[in-house]
């Protein structure tokens, strides 16, 4: 969970003691515009460690506003192997031979074989990475899966950055909102 520290906030109630309502408004306002483009950024983030395809990660990430805070979620399933970087690139169309394995790379720089999985198309146009159940050529098959983008976001470097980044982004949106406020009443 990505958490922010309001100390920012506080300061600027102190400053606007005066102004009844004002901190309320004032404090909405600034969420709102530190928020703003923060799936975006997030996005980045992810695809800048991960192997993740960028079109896959807008719909799991949600900004919702409740009163004069904002909460940034990420909502999803783990995710299909075949999403992220792997060799070959496309359904072979014949059986690879014997002790050819696939490679997948889910971080950047942290590829490897996965022994005993193949690429291929379901009869609905799905292409997976799978693997047998067991070692019959005849058994049933079972996907392969990776991390969902809650987890990804998660990930210690990504979590910190976006902690970081939207501190620093609210602490600028408070000190704009409250001297745009002050400057009105200034004469």
């Known amino acids: 969970m990505i958490e922010i520290d309001d100390h920012d906030l506080q300061r600027a109630a102190n400053l606007l003691q005066a102004f009844p309502g004002a901190v309320d408004r004032l404090s909405k306002q600034a969420v709102r515009s ?3 483009g923060v799936k975006r950024e ?3 983030k992810i695809t800048e460690r991960y192997t993740f395809q960028k079109k896959r990660i807008a719909w799991a990430l949600r900004v919702s506003y409740r009163g004069t805070g ?4 990420a909502r999803g ?3 299909d192997l075949a999403y992220f970087k792997h060799n070959p690139s496309r359904v072979p169309s014949k059986r690879p031979p014997k002790g050819k394995y696939l490679y997948s790379e889910v971080v950047r720089g942290q590829g490897g074989t996965i022994a005993h999985a193949f690429l291929a198309r379901m009869q609905s146009g799905h292409v997976g990475v799978f693997h047998r159940i067991s ?6 098959i079972a996907k392969n899966f990776a991390p969902s983008v ?3 976001l998660g990930s210690p470097s ?4 976006m902690e970081k980044h939207l501190q620093t982004r609210l ?4 000190e704009r909102e409250v001297d745009q406020f002050l400057m009105r009443y200034r004469s």
């Open 34 to 36: 530190s928020v703003k």
């Open 42 to 44: 997030a996005a980045q």
């Open 70 to 73: 904002a909460v940034f979620s």
């Open 77 to 79: 399933r783990v995710n």
């Open 135 to 140: 070692g019959n050529a005849s058994m049933p």
């Open 150 to 152: 809650p987890q990804m």
């Open 158 to 161: 990504i979590r910190d950055y």
């Open 171 to 174: 602490a600028g949106a408070v």
